[in-house]
Each structure stands twice: as C-alpha cells, then as structure tokens.
C-alpha cells in the first residue's frame, strides 16, 4: 500500500514530486521521501510521516535536478522504519540508481535467502532491496535496461516501480499487473503516478496506463517501451477499486467514483431494506453509499463525521477515554441519527473491530434500527500483493458466518455484495479476487512465511 510518483526532463522535477505526492498521500502514510538527478549525483530526502511533516521548502530545494521520483509508504514488507523509507539509492558497475515500489514481492526471502549466500549485504528488511541486489548482480549483462529486465525476469509477485538511472527515468509494471501505474505529460516532461489524481494537481495530461509487463525508459522526451513474458491473464486488483484508489482517479481503465456508486446501486438491489437514512462510513463508503439511496430511494445523511486533521500517531490520554482510537476519527451526529431506523455503508469489514465501535456510538446516539450493508464480498483471505490485510485467523469473515459477525456487530441486519456483482461493475472479468475466494495468481511459497512481515526482524531502529 504505496504512492509512487516520478518524472523526468522537468526544471521544477523534485517539486512537482512533492506535489504529487501529496495527491497519494491516502496511499500511505508512514513515510515518504524523494530522490532527485542533477546529472551527476542522486541527491534523497526521506523521512517518518507525512509529506507536510517531512518536506520543508529548503528541502524540496536541495533536491536540485531533472529526473525525480518520489514515494508514499505504508508498510505491507519489512517492519516500518526510516531504514525502509524509500526511495532507496545505491551505487552499482552501472551507475547510481534509484528505486520506489508499490506492491509486494512474494519470493523477495527466497531470493534474499540466495543472494546473501552469494555475498549480498542488505540494508533494509524491504522486498524492494532485492530487486536493486538483483539488478547490481545482473549489471554485467552492459545496460540498466538488461540488467532491470533480467532481475524482474525473477521476481514474482506485485511491483509498480520507478526507477532513477543516470541516463533515463524507467518505469515498470509486473506480467500480471497488479497495482496501478499511470503515465502523463507536462510540457516537455513525462511523469508517472499510482494514480492520475496526482495529474490532476500538477496540470499533466492523462496518456495511458501502463500495461501488464511494460517497462517504459524515458531518457529527455524520448519515449521507449519493453515488454517483460506475458502472464497467462492479467490480474489487476480489484480491491483498488473498492477501497484503496482515490474515487477522483480513473485506475485500471475504470472511473473509481462512477464503479463504486454502481457498487452500492446493486448492493441496494441485492439486500434492500426500510430504512429512514442511508449514511456512510466516511470516507470510505461514501460512495457506495451514494448509490445504495440513489437506488432505494432513502435519504442520505451522514450520521458519522470524520476528523480529517488526525495524523497516525496521536498521544494517549492518560485517563481511560473509551473507544478512544475511533472517537478521535469518526463522531456521530445526534440529530441525524436519533430515533431513525439507519442503512450505514462501508466498502469492507476487516477484523470487524472498528465497525463494532461505531455501530455502539450510534446505538448510543439513539439509533432505532442500524442496517449494516457492505460494498464487496466477506474479506477471508489475506493479500499477498500489497493490501495491508491481517493474517486468516484475524479476518472476521474467515472465522464466523454472516449471522454470527451480525450477532459480533450487533446489527439488526448484515449483507455483502456478491463477488458476481460486484465483478459485473468492471469490463475487465479477469481481476484479482484472492482477498474474496482465495484465488491466488501468483503462487505464493512456502518461503513467504519467513517474510519480515510476518516474522518481524527486528532492528536497532525498531527498538
Ligand atoms: P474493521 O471494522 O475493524 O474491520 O474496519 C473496517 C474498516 O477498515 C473499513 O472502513 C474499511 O474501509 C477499512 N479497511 C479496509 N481494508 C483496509 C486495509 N487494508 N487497511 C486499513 N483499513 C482498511
């Protein structure tokens, strides 16, 4: 779950970054950085926080150079840490390089395991390192592009990626193309985002997505693409859509406002109910939420309201405040909510704890019914691909039935949309739906369990 941000042949290359990364800041928020090309040296900033919190404007400034990329992180690999900040830079027989990555590496202990047989020396617990070790390995084969093209030719798993080298600004997209990558123009400059919302705020025009497989190398205006061995099918994730993207973005060729409002239309249709109010789990059902009234003809409200000035680590008051951690994000609003019979939207229930906390604070606002309709399938099955999901055991929907999460819930009645509707709101049937059916991909091996992220290595930083 990361932004990434990149361009190249612009006088302004480390602020439009900025700016763009302030426009995927939703796509994490536990660190972020840049790294810049002057022509001669990679110069990075990173920090832990969010990009208003890192980056003053002297920073930006020392960030001097065309060629830039940029990266939002919230950790699905390796612990989070200022050491897994990315973007992460390093020197190879082929020049520096810089590198930012959005997804997950399923193979990264295997090959971690290999390369440090082989001598490696890592530096981070990140899966991304292995693909800069592979590309300092593979560095022999003469040019960046080779050795790129054979290090991903071992990698398997989800990657968006952006890299600097000392002659091109190289954009790649994994065979089964899982996480969103886009690419746009600015005057003479060609940039690429996880999400073209991040166009939208620096002016670029949209040009495409990247496809499946594609490697894109832009050295000045120069424009040139590589195709790595095709997947049997690509496989986007669908989850994008339902939850992660931003509903201004158009990803994977789909507006993601337009999908979710239909998403909540066939969830009306699907599991109807009398209610007086149809409200939102803000922001994250608001959409949906839109489409379930628009369908049933209820009124829409909020009954909740999001604080949107809380970062993600806040001081805990000393005295016991129950239920704090949701209270200090999401209130109820009274008059809205008292004596009303209410339909409350989301896009997923997770673990199902936080759902259980706002349907008690609207119980206690007076609700006379509460309605609990979700926009997507019971999440059963953990992402291996970048989607920060808790292990099975912690999945709700993989542990209890629909009635026994609506008795955990304490609801007065609980429905899903079904994977076959939910599919019927994209033109593309073949996305990625693991999280829903366990339908994995991508194999994932058995040396995935050795991964830092579910056996945390713990290091000085993390102490
Ligand atoms: P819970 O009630 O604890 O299961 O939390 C459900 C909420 O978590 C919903 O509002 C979802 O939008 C949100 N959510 C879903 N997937 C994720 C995720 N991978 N990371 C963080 N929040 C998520």
Not at 191 to 206: Q, R
């Amino acid at each position: 779950m990361c932004g990434i941000f990149g361009i190249e042949n612009s006088d302004l290359a480390s602020y439009f970054t900025y700016l763009g990364l302030y426009a995927l800041q939703h796509r994490g928020q536990e660190s972020a950085g840049i790294a810049s090309w002057d022509g001669k040296l990679v110069h990075v900033e990173r920090g832990m926080g969010e990009i208003s919190e890192i980056f003053s404007e002297s920073f930006v400034k020392n960030l001097e150079g065309f060629r830039a990329i940029g990266h939002t992180r919230y950790s699905t690999a390796g612990v989070s840490s200022l050491r897994n900040a990315q973007p992460i830079a390093v020197n190879t027989s082929l020049g520096p390089l810089a590198i930012v990555h959005n997804g997950n590496i399923v193979n990264a202990t295997f090959l971690r395991e290999q390369l440090e047989k082989e001598g490696s020396i890592f530096q981070t617990t990140s899966d991304t390192e292995v693909i800069l070790h592979l590309v300092a390995k593979f560095s022999r084969d003469g040019s960046i592009l080779k050795a790129l093209y054979n290090a991903l030719l071992k990698v398997k798993g989800a990657y968006s990626l952006l890299l600097i080298a000392q002659d091109s600004l190289i954009a790649a997209k994994d065979p089964w193309g899982f996480r969103p990558l886009v690419m746009g123009k600015i005057e003479d400059a060609i940039c690429f985002a996880s999400e073209n919302c991040a166009f939208d705020l620096i002016g670029a025009e949209f040009i495409r997505e990247l496809k499946p497989g594609e490697i894109v190398v832009v050295q000045g205006d120069n424009v040139q693409s590589f195709f790595l061995p095709s997947a049997s099918v690509s496989t986007p994730c669908l989850f994008e859509l339902v939850y992660f993207s931003r509903p201004d973005s158009t990803v994977f060729g789909e507006d993601v406002a337009a999908r979710r409002i239909e998403m909540g239309k066939l969830l009306a249709k699907e599991a109807p109910v009398d209610a007086d109010i149809v409200s939102p789990v803000p922001d994250s059902g608001l959409f949906a939420a839109l489409g379930f009234a628009q369908q049933s003809g209820i009124p829409f409200s909020y009954a909740l309201i999001r604080n949107h000035y809380v970062g993600r680590t806040f001081i805990q008051p000393t005295g016991k405040i129950r239920d704090f951690r949701v209270k200090v994000k999401l209130n109820p609003v009274k008059s809205v909510i008292k004596d009303r019979r209410l339909v409350l939207v989301d896009d997923s229930i997770v673990r199902g704890t936080t759902s259980r906390k706002l349907i008690r604070m609207l119980r206690e606002a007076g609700a006379k019914e509460v309605h609990f309709r979700v926009s997507s399938p019971p999440t059963k099955w953990p992402c291996c691909y970048g989607i920060d999901t808790p292990t099975k055991e912690e999945l709700i929907a993989a542990n209890k039935s629909i009635e026994e999460i609506r008795n955990f819930l304490e609801v007065d009645s609980l429905a899903y949309l079904s994977l076959d509707a939910l599919l019927s709101t994209v033109n593309n049937k073949t996305f990625c739906t693991a999280c829903w059916n366990g339908d994995y991909p991508v194999t994932i091996p058995k040396s995935y369990r050795r991964s830092p992220r579910l056996f945390p290595i713990k290091t000085e930083e993390d102490i």
